[in-house]
């Protein structure tokens, strides 16, 4: 993606690099801007209707409608839409604490259920936003798009953005459900990012059966070696902070050898030319399996929040920058002579969106259904409803994959192209705004549950689901932990039918032998919970009983 | 500051971000040996000679002979360094967290002495040095310097790094020494930036009363408006903060909060054409004095440990970076033919630097222990000759100034300016490695104390050496705070001579009223230690009895 990125892009970082007066301004006000997102998303917090990342959709809406007013209808944004920005420096951090707080326990459970609907799912809503695309579009008058286009096309609309529904949800309520919603967003958003990267170092003006199985093995080799390199950074990093032990010394040595090793995987993904979004997932799964508990109680505190935080800022400011670029008035002027056909273009786009989600939620939810046989397990009509609608939403990876599909250095001069960037940008905003919108009231109509919105939750944080213990940190807790593995959702994995046996057992003999593998050679090696050593008047034990003054 | 640099480095920024493959490769080496000094840091860190600063200069010399050699000669660095990148990411979270950290207590209790020391020792640095070198570099052949150019080589080498000294000194044993040492490294960062400011503003070729009254009135200006819109930022977010009361929902809105802020505050000071530096310290302490009490437990800890995180990985980074640039080839081949006269310009600004230095620390040591009538607080000879030693050691913040003085973007073609640079490397290089590899063994000459070198101590996390207090942050606390703000080491004010009165009383009486002032009026309105609206049942209660399980 970098590389690819570089030459086309040195000169829009210009925009953010040059510090003359005038982006100080900017800068100013986009800080301002993301600060007031954050006290009027907190104060909304209790609405029934807006979320965090609605309210930064419309504070940049607004923002570039006064910005287009003042300017007297030159400019709409203080920053220039940037791939790189986006890649580099935004989506990272939000991937990488995505794999960082995810509950580990439900994403293993459910391993196979995620990565069936997260990359399967995301296949075939791609072939079916491609094809459809490709067989609709001929019809109408938008210029000349090859079949790179249309396959880069699907890539873009397959990428979901489940922000607003896991806002929603509540994990404690519906476990599974999010769980599952999670887990494949985030499966969703590598996997289409690697598709993309496919399509684009593949020339696919003729196709055939060489090509087409070289491609399926170049995604194939991006998506397991951009995974094993991820888990390998992960282990080095717990290796080496359970071998020194940091914290006899200093938590910010720990802290900082975690950012930096976090940010050295995604560095070295791009570096191999690999899929940097993946390898920072599965680094964040990792570190928050072995790493996290390798550190002192402060570290574990403080990267957990700290790394929310930052996935936190860069969403909002995602929404923001997203809100302020959609009016963007260059890219209208060339649809401005046929609004139908880009009208006609978005809402066929939105169709096709809509049905290719419903094609992989409700075949793989029953098949999943079939595969379960406790009740519990089970998901229900409306539950699929939600996972199908929670998918519905598209977001800033489809605008950055668009932008460095059809423009170059964010400037496009063909009418194709304008089409299908404002397109994108209508998809998105539409799908953002009034899906999005449509969840919160949605799902409490399916899933009625009484304290659903009750606001002094303690797992409230957002993107940071996990309550931590503070205390009970020790060997106790992992008797606790190996003797409760199967967690009193399930009572027993006893007389399983043959196809439930084809699809369930093996996600429980997977899970039980990894545990076995965990217990007895990676956790030993690697550190993880009870497996730390205890190092009597070591910090974790002092911090709780300082009570030194602080002024 | 920002807008000074602006059109000449907007070229630099290129350099980084420029995504080609080749600086992939350089980011990739570059964080790698991050990691790498961390870890070397941490292995040297009972060493009697290391510290973290040295050894990321000396792993910066290494890794710089070794692409010097693998180029050819033609290149020693991985990145070039760039004030932009030093004075807009890499000071701000430094000064910031200097303040955040800073024990307020101590700093208020010693203000005017860490004023006097800062901003009057500074200023009799700074004259001293630009009249020394004025004098006497006339006799060497080193090209053309104006009256503003030895002005300035007088505020590039005012700037002290004290960094390698604090490393060494243990606040819990001497905390007056340490207090004095940090508070004047911090007010000295900032007064010689707002010096050189001030400098490069002035048309300084003709000198009269009238120029020089305008220069102390910008100085002055500078130097309060700054302090104030600081104060102002810290103050609007422990507002809000307060108001809004974030913990009620989420700890990472609260961190968001803070962090934006304090960048913020940096920005403003920017487009008001403040001085950024002095503004984000102002800012920090605030910050900590009010803000930080506001926050749940777990915003508490996060911040504390993030900010001096991104602190402790800016300083390694402006090390690493300063041994790398060091041997930048191009510099050297201007001075190659008169070695000579570099080596002489060297030693005669070293000696300046001992000499002024020496002119400020020994008579403002002799004046505060006159006017303290207690022992325990007075400053003995072995003292003051730390204090001397600490502030020898010049860094990042002369090397920034010195570039941005003496080369457009980078480069320079005249002689005079080539010599200038190269001799702040060698003085940045020799004054680190020499005087701060003589730093411990010094102090454990002149300050034997047994504990000095322990390891295991609580408090030992660089930069951050307060240790936090979970559970004791209510009313009862806050009473204890107020009936002990003498806090013991001086058992009475009674009795003062009429000079020591002169001295000694404004500073209590100020610290007595700013004490009464606080706790009636501001800590109400802003919050802070024991004016933070407990509410039941909110996560600061609940963090700590909440054991939930975490996979």
Chains 1, 2 share one sequence.
């Not at 951009?226 to 032990?245: D, E, N, R, V």
């Not at 720990?254 to 030319?273: D, G, K, T």
Request: glycine share 6%; net charge neutral.
């Amino acid at each position: 993606m970098w590389s690819q990125l570089s030459s086309l892009l040195s000169g829009k970082m210009d925009a953010l690099a040059t510090s003359d007066h005038a982006s100080v301004v900017s800068m100013n006000m986009f800080v301002a801007l993301l600060c007031g997102c954050i006290v009027i998303g907190h104060l909304l917090e209790e609405n029934r209707w807006m979320n965090e990342s609605i309210t930064a959709l419309l504070i940049g809406l607004a923002t570039g409608v006064v910005i287009l007013l003042i300017s007297g209808g030159k400019s709409s944004h203080l920053l220039v839409f940037s791939e790189d920005l986006f890649f580099i420096y935004l989506l990272p951090p939000i991937i990488f604490n995505a794999g960082f707080q995810v509950k580990k326990k439900q994403f293993f459970r459910n391993f196979i259920t995620i990565i069936l609907f997260g990359a399967v799912g995301t296949l075939v809503s791609f072939t079916i936003i491609s094809f459809g695309a490709l067989s609709i579009f001929k019809k109408l008058d938008i210029g000349s798009l090859d079949l790179a286009d249309y396959l880069a096309i699907g890539a873009i609309f397959a990428a979901t953005d489940s922000v607003c529904t896991l806002q929603v949800l509540n994990q404690d309520e519906t476990p599974l459900l999010y769980s599952l919603v999670f887990g494949e967003g985030v499966v969703n958003d590598a996997t289409s990012v690697v598709l993309f990267n496919a399509i684009q170092s593949f020339d696919l003006t003729t196709i055939d059966h060489r090509i087409a199985l070289q491609f399926m093995g170049n995604f194939l080799y991006l998506f397991i070696a951009s995974t094993i390199l991820g888990a390998f950074t992960g282990l080095l990093s717990a290796y080496i902070i359970k071998k020194l032990y940091f914290g006899r010394h200093s938590t910010d040595r720990e802290v900082a050898l975690m950012m930096l090793m976090a940010y050295l995987s995604y560095m070295l993904a791009e570096l191999f030319y690999l899929s940097g979004i993946l390898t920072v997932l599965f680094c964040g799964i990792v570190m928050s399996h072995y790493t996290w508990h390798n550190v002192t109680e402060s570290s574990r505190v403080t990267t957990k929040h700290a790394f929310a935080t930052l996935s936190f800022v860069a969403e909002v400011f995602l929404f923001l920058y997203v809100g302020m670029d959609a009016l963007d008035i260059e890219k209208w002027r060339f649809v401005s002579d046929s609004p139908g056909t880009s009208v006609a273009v978005s809402s066929i786009l939105l169709g096709l969106i809509m049905v290719g989600r419903a094609a992989f939620v409700f075949p793989l939810s029953w098949l999943m259904n079939f595969a379960k046989k406790s009740h519990s397990e089970k998901v229900s009509l409306n539950q699929q409803v939600v996972i199908w609608w929670a998918g519905l939403m598209r977001g800033a990876v489809s605008m950055a994959l668009a932008y460095n599909q059809f423009t170059r250095s964010g400037h496009t001069q063909l009418r194709g192209n304008a089409i299908m960037i404002t397109s994108t940008t209508t998809v998105v905003l539409f799908s953002t705004m009034v899906f999005g919108l449509l969840a919160k009231p949605l799902i409490m109509f399916l899933l009625p549950q009484p304290k659903h919105f009750t606001s002094c939750s303690t797992v409230s944080d957002l993107g940071s689901p996990k309550a931590y213990l503070p205390l009970l940190e020790g060997h106790q807790d992992y008797e606790v932990d190996v003797g409760n593995h199967d967690d009193g959702t399930e009572p027993t994995i006893a007389r399983p039918s043959s196809l439930r046996m084809l699809l369930n057992a093996p996600t429980h003999t997977v899970h039980h032998y990894w545990r076995k593998f965990d217990d007895s050679f990676m956790r030993p090696v690697f550190g993880g919970r009870g497996f730390v050593p205890f190092v009597p008047g070591s910090p974790t034990e002092q911090s709780t009983h300082n009570l030194a003054d602080r002024t």
